[in-house]
């Protein structure tokens, strides 16, 4: 018999595994929904030269780590690697911006990169990512890292940081590329085959390399915080002082380039220090040049990642994973096999009333039957019989008090009801 299993770098949610996952989901949602965002969903499949002009032609994401195909006519696709450029991308598409000046979406779901699998970095991961187009001010800055502060401390997460920098303008990055390469001639030698193409093409990516001896040469460049123009510095100023004002630490990181290039001015990351190497839970930054880039007008934006997977890592390293467990609010049981049909219909009305339950449908005896209410918890079990069935009633069991009381068909909903307080 053939066994199929899952691809490298996915993975199943079962029960209660995917209840947490929903859980905790819904509870990021609720807080990004205080903020105002709509939820955007786009697919899947993007064209590939969407990335490459958004992400950047030489970043890892787009040389290493995307899924791309030809599909039956003949163009190229990529699984998605990142939302913000499909948000741009339908934004754009659907005219948002002729219909008001400012916008602020959410989305949700299932991203896709080619990397090798550990903890905290699948090959399938699930972001939840904001939006917000049309606003220039350092004071959107500063609300959405609030937001994903909000968010951690929904979760009464503690041992966090949020680390906090600026990739400047355009016209710094080009200042900054320029020392890099002065700083980097005498040790490049020292490089990787990748950083020392990254020197000719892309010498911010140098940043990105995980390997030891690159990282440390990275440490010892030159902080570019140093090469930020009077604009792009007090940009920066204002965020910092906003976020003090708002009792939000920080540390303020001289080489937070992030591994995307549309990043412009304020960069962050949210790291959680029991993580290792995967430690960044949500990240983002302004992105004020690429609806421009990618055909709109010019409109500043800003945004950030949670990564899902990465944020019930911290949850579990903490002890703070929020129970998934729901009880069931009744078992519905019956005597004998004349009553079954009965107990059947009593159950889907029930439910139809927004109550939660359960019944054995294998023709097992009532004892059998009761012990599996235990198991599950219920807080009423329901009992026919013949004589209950002939008179329109049902006996209703305490099962924590473990005393009957027999209720009317017509009554039973504002019974169970009033007694389960909802």
């Not at 030809?70 to 991308?89: I, N, Y």
Request: charged share 35%; with cysteine; net charge positive.
């Amino acid at each position: 018999m053939t066994f199929y299993q899952k691809l490298r770098g996915t993975r199943d949610y079962l029960p209660p595994e995917s209840e947490t996952f929903r859980l905790v989901e819904e509870k990021v949602v609720e807080v990004i929904n205080l903020y105002g965002y709509r939820e955007i969903i786009t697919p899947l499949l993007e064209r590939k030269e969407l990335f490459i002009r958004s992400v950047g032609e030489t970043t890892d994401i787009v040389e290493k780590e995307m899924f791309t195909f030809r599909d039956k006519g003949g163009r190229e696709v990529a699984l998605r690697p990142e939302g913000t450029a499909p948000a741009v991308r339908a934004y754009l598409e659907g005219k948002i911006h002729k219909k008001e000046k400012f916008s602020r979406f959410f989305y949700r779901g299932s991203f896709f990169r080619y990397e090798r699998p550990q903890a905290g970095r699948e090959r399938e991961f699930h972001q939840i990512g904001v939006e917000a187009i049309g606003e220039g001010s350092p004071h959107l800055d500063a609300e959405i890292i609030s937001l994903g502060d909000t968010i951690l401390k929904t979760f009464n997460l503690k041992d966090y940081t949020l680390e906090l920098g600026s990739v400047g303008c355009v016209e710094d990055r080009k200042k900054f590329i320029l020392r890099i390469k002065e700083n980097l001639e005498t040790k490049k030698e020292t490089l990787c085959e990748d950083c020392m193409r990254r020197l000719k093409k892309n010498p911010l990516r140098i940043f990105d390399c995980k390997r030891e001896k690159c990282m440390e040469v990275a440490r010892e460049l030159p902080s570019l915080l140093e090469s930020l123009c009077d604009r792009c510095s007090e940009h920066l100023n204002r965020v910092r002082n906003l976020l003090e004002n708002l009792r939000i630490s920080y540390h303020l990181h001289p080489h937070l380039v992030r591994g995307i290039d549309y990043y412009t001015s304020t960069t962050f990351e949210f790291q959680h220090n029991l993580l290792g190497a995967q430690k960044t839970i949500l990240a983002g930054g302004r992105y004020d040049n690429l609806v421009e880039e990618l055909g709109g007008i010019s409109l500043p934006a800003c945004g950030f990642a949670l990564g899902v997977e990465r944020l019930i890592l911290a949850l579990n390293k903490e002890e703070k994973l929020p129970s998934s467990f729901k009880k069931m609010d009744i078992f519905v049981c019956y005597i004998s096999e004349r009553e079954f049909d009965y107990s059947f219909l009593l159950l889907e009305n029930l439910r139809k009333e927004g109550l939660r339950g359960e019944m054995d449908l294998s023709g097992k005896n009532l004892k059998k039957q009761l012990k599996k209410a235990s198991d599950l918890g219920v807080k009423f079990s329901l009992i026919v019989g013949e004589e209950e069935m002939k008179k329109g009633t049902v006996m209703v069991k305490d099962m924590e008090k473990g005393v009957q009381e027999e209720v009317t068909r017509e009554e039973i909903v504002s019974f169970l009801k009033r007694r389960l307080g909802k």
